[in-house]
């Protein structure tokens, strides 16, 4: 093991050395590609191996990634990149098949659902093909099953339904020995995404409360209420997982803290763009200095950080620009941000911020 | 220069700019096709020169495999490595085509380029004394610099650049005649010293050292492969960049008339400081495209396969306002450019009196 390290290490270094460049192993990419494209060493190239219509605006793609990806747990994303019109992009989705798959077959899936102007999710729908490559990176999200088995209520809306299916699966596999819920919104019984599994799981699993709702069939719309989770055996000893468009997530939350349920209890993950926190736009704006450009720029209101250096003619990496993705990711020297999704403020020291998300507050020195 | 009233600089500022306007817009799948086929043209050269280069012991072989390396080392030199550092692929948001991030294949680190050449030379083209990039701070070029016999041997010293062109623009930045003038001291620049090293270091070491001793029986004939790609690439990369701002007409100027220039000014300087030379499809492409040198200054991040097709455009514009548009071939403009090599070597007095003799016999004929 240690020899093998010490041989990538050394290779790795002379690589760079020859090649001018810190991926040293993708120099040959654009050639080795182009004879077969799951040769690129830049990122993990996965195959387009099935596509599957789950509703009239979602669909589960089968992928096969390269043998060499480092999976994954149960309710983590990943991120995806691929070109549209020569322009790398780069999002985020959820994992919706369960590891065992990946490791008895080297499949995994993602199920996604056309956003109404998404850039991406159309072009994934309209113009993504079997046999196609896209590009994966490592999974990662700590919307984890609990370790050790605790009991489990899950509130689940809409296409935030995919991470919760591939736990469902772990799970179901493995006897996960404790009550498991699920709530599970959705407009429409047409809108119920992975119908066919979670029957399957809950035929298989007498541990699963399966309980599915439709929101937007009566006359009045039905939304979660606290009788769905008086109805929840033990619910104070649960710990929730929520997933879902804000509206949901910010109910339930209330919901469950009014039902006695600790933070420590709540976990959620965002499956869209959460809506930025409301910010005071009084305190934020400062002066910016891109250090490694030697660019200083003054910033005004509630500019991210991102914005600030492509006005100022820089072109640091992008990504998702909503604070998912993480490709904008840079060392933040010295200076206070505030972060536009959750309107936590930064420390003043050095630490990693997303460039997308992040409003300076007074003077901050970016290495970039 | 062209004397353009503030109203016209701003209509010749607008203009440009439209044009500009209009190739960002259609920036897409076109540029990413051409500049990967030009990559992967690169990496298939490289591979193939590196791989024949060991039996090179075989002489058309070593000539196949020196072209080979010498042409891939062109590649990356001026259609990848210096048009991506000027940010012409970033909208493509590949890192590895990261202005920021790239790293080429010479001594000069990409680091100390974006501030020699992208910053300082795009900037103030053609200003003397702040442009060090007119004459490299070693050949004088026009007579705003004050002759001395030195000068006499100058046109060796331009052999010599460009024998070794990637050493003397790896070492630009050193800015040795401050240092040799007293302005500028060695500790200020030993950042700079540091990161010379190593990336001279790395270079040398792999074609110097690393693949003439992975081949060890054939060690010469490698070493001597090797040496001729780089010197291939060295010739030719400084004949063309000469041609870009050393040719007759190309304009110097001074920092006074630019002090303050607005942006009009500033298209207007690179448009009379620059000059193209024409040429079949390859010795563009080769080129890096600075054939279309006057294009390139005027969009220094447009991908620089648009410029012949924006060149009618940008002449179009350079016609309404009675700017010059130099041109011409290949080898006219570098004649001319070793003309001026010659000319400015000798003393004032007697290129004055060579040139007078030279535009009587002209109007005799």
């Known amino acids: ?368 | 220069m062209k004397k353009l009233s503030e109203e016209q600089l701003n209509g010749l500022q607008q203009d440009l700019d439209a044009i500009r306007d209009e190739v960002l817009a259609d920036l897409g799948e076109r540029d990413a096709t051409y500049i990967r086929k030009i990559i992967r043209l690169h990496r298939t050269l490289e591979v193939g020169g590196r791989v024949m280069m060991p039996f090179g012991f075989i002489p058309p072989v070593f000539v196949a495999a020196t072209a080979s390396l010498g042409i891939a080392k062109i590649l990356e030199n001026m259609e990848i490595g210096h048009n991506v550092m000027h940010g012409q692929y970033d909208w493509m948001n590949d890192p590895a085509l990261n202005s920021q991030t790239y790293e080429w294949d010479t001594v000069c680190t990409s680091e100390s380029w974006r501030q020699t050449h992208n910053y300082e030379h795009h900037t103030y083209t053609n200003i003397i004394g702040k442009d060090r990039d007119y004459g490299y701070a070693v050949l004088r070029l026009s007579d705003d610099v004050k002759w001395h016999p030195g000068h006499l041997l100058q046109f060796v010293n331009y052999i010599l650049l460009t024998v070794l062109f990637q050493w003397g623009v790896g070492v630009h930045e050193l800015e040795s005649e401050k240092i040799r003038r007293g302005e500028l001291r060695w500790r200020d620049k030993l950042p700079f010293l540091k990161d010379f090293a190593r990336k001279g270091g790395r270079q040398a070491f792999k074609d110097y050292v690393f693949f003439p001793l992975l081949t060890l029986p054939v060690a010469p004939v490698v070493l001597a492969g090797n040496v001729g790609a780089n010197l291939i690439r060295n010739i030719w990369a400084s004949t063309v960049i000469f041609c870009g701002h050393f040719t007759q007409d190309a304009e110097t100027f001074t920092e006074e008339e630019c002090e303050g220039e607005s942006k009009g000014h500033w298209y207007l300087r690179q448009l009379s400081g620059s000059s193209n030379f024409t040429g079949g499809k390859w010795l563009h492409v080769l080129s890096g495209h600075l054939s279309y040198q006057v294009e390139h200054h005027v969009f220094p991040d447009l991908p620089a396969h648009r410029y012949p097709e924006i060149s009618a455009k940008v002449q179009e514009v350079c016609k309404k306002y009675d700017i010059p548009y130099n041109t011409g071939s290949f080898a006219k403009q570098y004649g001319t450019v070793l003309s001026r090599i010659a000319r400015f070597s000798l003393p004032d007095a007697v290129r004055t009196r060579l040139e007078q003799r030279g535009s009587g016999q002209l109007q005799a004929i």
């Open chain 1, 1 to 368: 093991m240690l020899a093998r390290l010490t041989q990538t290490k050394a290779l790795h270094w002379l690589g760079r050395q020859l090649l001018n460049r810190d991926d040293p192993a993708a120099w040959l990419d654009p050639l080795a590609g182009a004879i077969n494209p799951m040769w690129v060493q830049e990122y993990t190239p996965a195959r387009v191996e099935r596509i599957m219509a789950e509703t009239a605006d979602t669909k589960t793609f089968v992928l096969k990634p390269a043998s060499r990806w480092t999976g994954f747990d149960a309710g983590q994303h990943v991120n995806i990149c691929t070109e549209i019109d020569g322009i790398r992009r780069t999002r985020t989705f959820s994992l919706s098949s369960s590891p065992e798959l990946w490791h008895k077959q080297g499949l995994i899936t993602l199920t996604i659902k056309r956003l109404p102007g998404g850039l991406v999710t159309n072009w994934l729908h309209d113009s993504l093909s079997e046999g196609d490559i896209l590009g994966l990176a490592d999974a990662f999200g700590e919307f984890l099953v609990p370790q050790p088995a605790k009991p489990v209520l899950f509130i689940a809306g809409g296409s935030g339904i995919t991470p919760v299916l591939s736990q469902l699966e772990t799970m179901a596999a493995s006897h996960y020995p404790a009550p498991v819920t699920l709530l599970y919104f959705v407009r429409t019984g047409n809108d119920i995404i992975g119908r066919e599994k979670l029957e399957a799981i809950a035929a298989r699993y007498p541990g699963l409360n399966l309980n599915i709702i439709a929101t937007h069939e009566g006359k009045e719309p039905r939304f979660l209420c606290d009788a769905d989770l008086e109805a929840i055996d033990g619910l104070k000893e649960r710990e929730a997982y929520l997933c879902g468009p804000k509206g949901l997530m910010d109910l339930a939350t209330e919901l469950l803290q009014q039902r006695g349920l600790a933070e420590s209890q709540m976990h959620s993950t965002f499956f869209a763009p959460p809506a930025p926190a409301a910010l005071d736009n009084d305190q934020l704006g400062g002066e910016v200095s891109f250090t490694r450009s030697s660019v200083n720029v003054g910033s005004e209101g509630d500019a991210n950080l991102l914005e600030i250096a492509e006005a100022a003619g820089l072109k640091p990496r992008y990504g998702c620009r909503m604070g998912i993705c993480h490709q904008c990711s840079c060392r933040k020297t010295s200076g206070t941000v505030v972060n536009r999704l959750t309107g936590k403020v930064s420390g003043p020291g050095e630490e990693s911020v997303q460039l997308c998300v992040s409003v300076p507050r007074g003077p901050v020195q970016i290495d970039v």
